[in-house]
């Protein structure tokens, strides 16, 4: 209720499309905005969280999940990677809009996520960013995610353990096995006994082929962990 007052008062803008929003949620995005994200629910891959169109019928695994080898269990996003979201995103990473993040982790926190249980983890662990990326940027952008959903759903949040020691080549042109040979070995633990006999979830902010959490799922799990599940703010669909 304060803020819907703060918010008729101050009129304050839309982080999305800078429009004035007034609607009183709070979270800085306007109802069109909102609106116009392409939530992902079910049918999907009961693994990788990809939706399946139709849009009727029940969960099942996907081709790709049949066929390939995963570390974690499950992995869901909120929304698809297109219009408003993907718009976001990248003025939330390339633009150095870190508000804009914490809104959008905002959204993250209130988003449905079939088979998906915060309960479950004992940790939260971001994708690392390599030290000279994290340099240039200032922050690391599925870290200023992971740190509203560990707020709310009062999980610890563990920046330190899981480490990008190589710096990986941009995936954006890259297929889905040159995506996992890209990011092979780009990941280290610093302390593998604080992953042991834990279930973790990792978070970032785009899943596309999958490869990258994959790869973290992969040195997590040698290491000991229980279980490894991942969630991302958009999917690439
Ligand atoms: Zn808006
Ligand atoms: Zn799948």
Same mark, same amino acid.
């Given at each position: 209720m304060i803020q819907g007052l703060l918010d008729?008062?101050?009129?304050p803008q839309c982080v999305i499309c800078g429009e004035t929003r007034g609607d009183g949620t709070g979270d800085?995005? #306007?109802?069109? #905005?909102?609106?116009?994200?392409?939530?992902?629910?079910?049918p999907l891959c009961h693994r990788c969280g990809l939706p399946f169109i139709p849009e009727s019928g029940i969960d099942h695994f996907c081709q790709d999940c049949l066929q390939s080898s995963l570390f974690f269990v499950i992995a869901r996003a909120l929304g698809r990677y297109e219009g408003g979201l993907k718009e976001a995103i990248t003025r939330f990473k390339y633009q150095e809009k870190i508000t804009l993040g914490e809104h959008l982790g905002r959204i993250m926190v209130q988003g449905m996520y079939p088979g998906l249980s915060?309960?479950?983890?004992h940790v939260l662990m971001p994708v690392p960013l390599h030290p000279k990326r994290l340099r240039e940027r200032g922050f690391n952008q599925a870290a200023v995610l992971a740190s509203q959903l560990s707020r709310r759903y009062r999980i610890p949040l563990d920046l330190f353990s899981l480490r990008r020691i190589r710096p990986t080549e941009?995936?954006?042109?890259?297929?889905?096995?040159? =995506? =996992?040979?890209?990011?092979k070995g780009a990941f280290t633990l610093k302390d593998a006994e604080k992953v042991q006999r834990k279930n973790i979830l990792v978070i970032?902010?785009?899943y596309t082929s999958g490869a990258?959490?994959?790869? #973290?799922?992969k040195v997590l799990m040698k290491a000991g962990?229980? =279980?490894?599940?991942?969630l991302t703010l958009a =999917?690439?669909?």
């Open positions: 008729l008062l101050f009129s800085g995005i #306007c109802h069109t #905005c909102r609106s116009q994200i392409g939530y992902i629910t079910s915060f309960s479950l983890y941009s995936q954006i042109h890259l297929g889905f096995h040159e =995506r =996992r040979k890209n990011v970032d902010d785009v990258t959490v994959n790869e #973290c799922a962990a229980a =279980r490894v599940d991942v =999917r690439a669909v």
